[in-house]
Each structure stands twice: as C-alpha cells, then as structure tokens.
C-alpha cells in the first residue's frame, strides 16, 4: 500500500509542476503583452471545459480540466481584411477573422496585437519560451547544487564474499573470494587513506588503487574506534568511459573510450553530494544543448517509436515519451527504494528537463507554435524594411489568419505524434529498471 501512496505522490508531483510550468510559460506571454498595452482578454492553464475562472481587470483567468497546456487570448491577433483570401479555405479564414474580431472596439485602438512592431510580437512570443529556459535551469540548478547528486559514500554496507554468483545470487562452492572478503573488510567500515594519502571521496581511491595497477594497496579503514590497515589486491576490469550525461565517450573513430576500473567487491552506502554551482550550471547548459539536438531528431525518434510498438525494435530508454510516459517515470521514482531527497532531487530534474523540452519544441519555426510566430514577425520587418528602402507605402502587419490552414495543418500532426506516443507508453513502457 505504502508502495502505492509513493508512485501516486511521485506522479502528483510532475503534474502540479508541469501545471505550474505551463502557467509560467503563459505568465512569460502575458507580462510583456501587458507591458505593451495590449488587452488580454483570457489567461488559461489546461484545455477543455473549465473548472475555474474569475476576473481581474480585463482578463479573465482560469484552469480548465486537462493540464496538458494553456493559452492566453490577446485581442486583434489578426489585422483587418485587406484583400480577401482566395482558394479551398477562402471562407475558413474569413470566419476565424470575423470571430476573432467582432468583440473588439474602439477602445482597442493601439491595443491590438497585429499593431504591434515587430521587434514587440517577438518579445511577446519569446517570453513563454524564455521562462520555460529559466524554470529549467532553475530546476537543474536547484537539484545538482542544492540537494547533490547520489554518489558512493567512504561507508561501506555490505561484503560480496566471491567474485561470481549462481543465479539465485549465491558463491558456488569453487568461486574465489573477493579482494574485499580475502582482506577481511567488513560492513560498517570506513576507508579514511589508500597507500598513505587520506581520502574524502570513493574516486580518489580508485585513483590510488589505479596507481597501483595489478598490484596490492593499502587501505587505512576505521572500524568502530580503531584504525585497521587492510591490503588487498582489486581485480581491474577495462570499462567504457561515460560523460556527465550518462553518454559514452568515443574517440575521433567513433570507438568507445574505455578505462581500467578496480572491482573489490564491495557495496557502498549511497549519499547526496550537492555540486558547485558552477558544474551544475555547466550540466543544464550541456542539457539544453542535448535537447536542441534532440528536437533536430524529431523525426527519427518518432519514427522509433513507432518501430518499436509495432514490434519491429527495442524501445530507446533515453527516446521521446508522453504524459504518460512521464508520469510513469516519476511514479517509479516516488515508489523507488532511495532517500526522499534524492526522490526530489530526480523529480526537480525531471521536470527540469522538460521545461528545456518545452523551450526548445517551441522554438521550432511553424504555427501555432512560438517559433512560428517569431518567424512571422521576423518577415515582416524584413519585409517594411524592403519597401521603406524601395520607397514603397508601408505593407502593414502580416496576416497571420492567412496561414491557418498551416497552423491546424500542424495541430493535426502534432495530435497524431501525440497519441502515437501515447499509445507506446501504454504498450511498450519504459521502466527504469
């Protein structure tokens, strides 16, 4: 039961946060259009029908049923018909322009969004984006300097007594002994010095140990009130070398970079060792730029998600995932057998990372999307710049009801990813083991 209570706190966790993500993402929207005077008309976290709304002002904000989003409803999004739209949507989008506009007045003069300058529909549509940026490295940041990473204490909490183990994990009668176990290490100790230097961290014992290559060391133990000296000779096994962010390192070939690392048989108790600032800041620096990396294989990693629902392939660990799929995760870590700090700090990680997510996809350049909007006011400055040079009358603002067929084009793509996604969380999960 208390195993329940744990994945179900782990899951309301990540929601309350993405809902508050959300809302800060729409908070980043609303700040600046608000500074620029122009009316917004509705502040809403979710979709669907609404749970709850009041007013301020003359903006009406709420939170409706499905946290899976949110908007705000800023007045005069599309600038008055200049020339009829023509082909198969003609209609479409004169509709959506006519609803769009009929509940704006005269007092709204100015205060529309298409009267904007463009370097001011930028800042406005970059704003939800930036504070998805900064949530995120806050989170990262929080996380790493100021909860810590898991790492290996100098405690030690258990002895494997051989070096090889049948499968119901027990030493056959033939199994040597560990280099821990023949040295009579024992639980309980605590490895303060190897080969005469005292040690503050389990690394700088794999240092003195690697110095000592295939030879015996010397590990100074304190065991209760005493000082043990203990010799042993760890047995180096060659492994592949791994960066901050759990990828192996290659060479210029494309060959893994390996090292030789000591086994003694030994098992560690685990502690949070909060980083410097400054790693941390570099790890959510390094994070950002693996998700624009990331968004880039958009493609492909939907693609592998499809491949491997229907079959054809093992689902990548490290690929895309939903809702679903999220709250799958931070149910396992709220249910895992680890400290609650380090419950937290994963989770703030979590949510970190999606919030780097959410900066990124934005930013990719096709409506409805921020990056789309960005693009827009991107041409038109291009473009009055153009006819200001030319000494042409000014064009005005684009239209953007023009590209609505573009905009639902891409809802229904993304729709479709989604439910993909969905789906494969469902059928083919990914567990963190």
Same mark, same amino acid.
């Given at each position: 039961?208390?195993?329940?209570?744990?994945? #179900?706190? !782990?899951?309301?966790?990540?929601?309350?946060?993405?809902?508050?993500?959300?809302?800060?993402?729409?908070?980043?929207?609303?700040?600046?259009?608000?500074?620029?005077?122009?009316?917004?008309?509705?502040?809403?976290?979710?979709?669907?029908?609404?749970?709850?709304?009041?007013?301020?002002?003359?903006?009406?904000?709420?939170?409706?049923?499905?946290?899976?989003?949110?908007?705000?409803?800023?007045?005069?999004?599309?600038?008055?018909?200049?020339?009829?739209?023509?082909?198969?949507?003609?209609?479409?989008?004169?509709?959506?322009?006519?609803?769009?506009?009929?509940?704006?007045?005269?007092?709204?003069? +100015?205060?529309?969004?298409?009267? =904007?300058?463009? @370097?001011?529909?930028?800042?406005?549509?970059?704003?939800?984006?930036?504070?998805?940026?900064? #949530?995120?490295?806050?989170?990262?940041?929080? /996380?790493?300097?100021?909860?810590?990473?898991?790492?290996?204490?100098?405690?030690?909490?258990?002895?494997?007594?051989?070096?090889?183990?049948?499968?119901?994990?027990?030493?056959?009668?033939?199994?040597?002994?560990?280099?821990?176990?023949?040295?009579?290490?024992?639980?309980?100790?605590?490895?303060?010095?190897?080969? !005469?230097?005292?040690?503050?961290?389990?690394?700088?014992?794999?240092?003195?140990?690697?110095?000592?290559?295939?030879?015996?060391?010397?590990?100074?133990?304190?065991?209760?009130?005493?000082?043990?000296?203990?010799?042993?000779?760890?047995?180096?096994?060659?492994?592949?070398?791994?960066?901050?962010?759990?990828?192996?390192?290659?060479?210029?070939?494309? /060959?893994?970079?390996?090292?030789?690392?000591?086994?003694? +048989?030994?098992?560690?108790?685990?502690?949070?060792?909060?980083?410097? =600032?400054?790693?941390? *800041?570099?790890?959510?620096?390094?994070?950002?730029?693996? *998700?624009?990396?990331?968004?880039?294989?958009?493609?492909?990693?939907?693609?592998?998600?499809?491949?491997?629902?229907?079959?054809?392939?093992?689902?990548?660990?490290?690929?895309?995932?939903?809702?679903?799929?999220?709250?799958? $995760?931070?149910?396992?870590?709220?249910?895992?057998?680890?400290?609650?700090?380090?419950?937290?700090?994963? #989770?703030?990680?979590? =949510?970190?990372?999606?919030?780097?997510? =959410?900066?990124?996809?934005?930013?990719?350049?096709? #409506?409805?999307?921020?990056?789309?909007?960005?693009?827009?006011?991107?041409?038109?400055?291009?473009?009055?710049?153009?006819?200001? %040079?030319?000494?042409?009358?000014?064009? !005005?603002? %684009?239209?953007?009801?023009?590209?609505?067929?573009?905009?639902?084009?891409? @809802?229904?793509?993304?729709?479709?990813?989604?439910?993909?996604?969905?789906?494969?969380? $469902?059928?083919?999960?990914?567990?963190?083991?």
């Amino acid at each position: 039961m208390l195993d329940v209570i744990s994945y #179900l706190a !782990g899951i309301l966790v990540v929601v309350v946060g993405i809902a508050l993500s959300i809302g800060l993402h729409e908070l980043g929207h609303y700040l600046p259009a608000k500074y620029f005077n122009v009316r917004v008309k509705q502040f809403m976290v979710g979709f669907g029908p609404t749970v709850k709304s009041w007013r301020r002002g003359e903006t009406e904000f709420g939170i409706k049923a499905i946290p899976l989003g949110g908007y705000i409803l800023m007045t005069g999004m599309f600038p008055p018909e200049k020339k009829p739209a023509r082909g198969p949507f003609a209609r479409w989008i004169a509709e959506a322009r006519n609803a769009e506009r009929e509940e704006i007045s005269e007092s709204d003069n +100015g205060r529309q969004f298409h009267q =904007l300058s463009p @370097w001011k529909k930028i800042v406005v549509m970059l704003g939800g984006p930036v504070m998805n940026l900064i #949530l995120g490295f806050v989170l990262i940041v929080s /996380a790493l300097a100021g909860i810590g990473t898991m790492q290996n204490s100098l405690t030690i909490d258990g002895v494997a007594q051989c070096t090889e183990v049948d499968i119901e994990g027990n030493c056959p009668s033939e199994a040597p002994l560990s280099p821990a176990a023949q040295a009579g290490l024992m639980p309980g100790d605590v490895v303060v010095g190897v080969n !005469g230097q005292m040690v503050s961290q389990w690394e700088e014992i794999i240092d003195g140990f690697n110095q000592n290559l295939g030879a015996s060391s010397t590990l100074e133990v304190r065991r209760g009130d005493e000082l043990v000296f203990v010799t042993l000779t760890p047995i180096f096994t060659e492994r592949p070398v791994y960066s901050q962010n759990g990828e192996v390192q290659r060479d210029e070939a494309g /060959a893994p970079i390996t090292e030789f690392r000591p086994l003694i +048989g030994v098992i560690l108790q685990p502690q949070n060792v909060p980083l410097p =600032l400054t790693e941390a *800041t570099s790890y959510a620096f390094d994070a950002t730029r693996s *998700t624009f990396d990331f968004i880039l294989r958009l493609p492909q990693e939907v693609w592998a998600v499809a491949a491997s629902t229907l079959g054809f392939s093992e689902r990548d660990p490290a690929g895309v995932v939903s809702i679903v799929g999220v709250g799958q $995760i931070a149910g396992e870590v709220g249910s895992a057998n680890i400290p609650l700090e380090s419950k937290l700090a994963t #989770l703030l990680m979590l =949510l970190g990372s999606l919030n780097l997510a =959410l900066f990124a996809f934005n930013l990719i350049p096709l #409506l409805p999307l921020d990056g789309g909007h960005v693009l827009g006011a991107i041409y038109e400055s291009i473009k009055r710049r153009t006819y200001r %040079i030319l000494g042409k009358a000014d064009p !005005g603002a %684009i239209d953007n009801a023009k590209a609505l067929p573009l905009a639902y084009s891409m @809802w229904l793509v993304l729709i479709a990813v989604g439910i993909l996604v969905i789906l494969a969380d $469902i059928l083919n999960p990914i567990s963190l083991g």
